[in-house]
C-alpha cells in the first residue's frame, strides 16, 4: 500500500519535472522571440510615424 502509494507520488512528480523543464529550457528561446518580435513591430509603427511626419 505505501509503496504505491510511493509510486503514485514519485510519477505524479516526475509527470510535472519533464513538462517544466522543457518549460525552463524553452523559455530564453520564446523570450528572445518576442523580444524580436516586439521590436520588428515596434520598428516599423516608428517608421510609419517617420514617414508621416516627413510628408
Do not use: C, D, Y
Not at 500500500?1 to 520564446?30: C, D, E, K, N
Request: charge should be positive.
Amino acid at each position: 500500500m505505501l509503496r504505491r502509494a510511493a509510486a503514485t507520488v514519485f510519477f505524479l512528480l516526475w509527470g510535472l519535472a519533464i513538462p517544466l523543464l522543457l518549460v525552463v529550457a524553452f523559455l530564453p528561446l520564446l523570450a528572445s522571440t518576442l523580444v524580436r518580435t516586439w521590436r520588428l513591430l515596434h520598428g516599423r509603427v516608428e517608421a510609419a510615424r517617420a514617414r508621416r511626419r516627413l510628408q
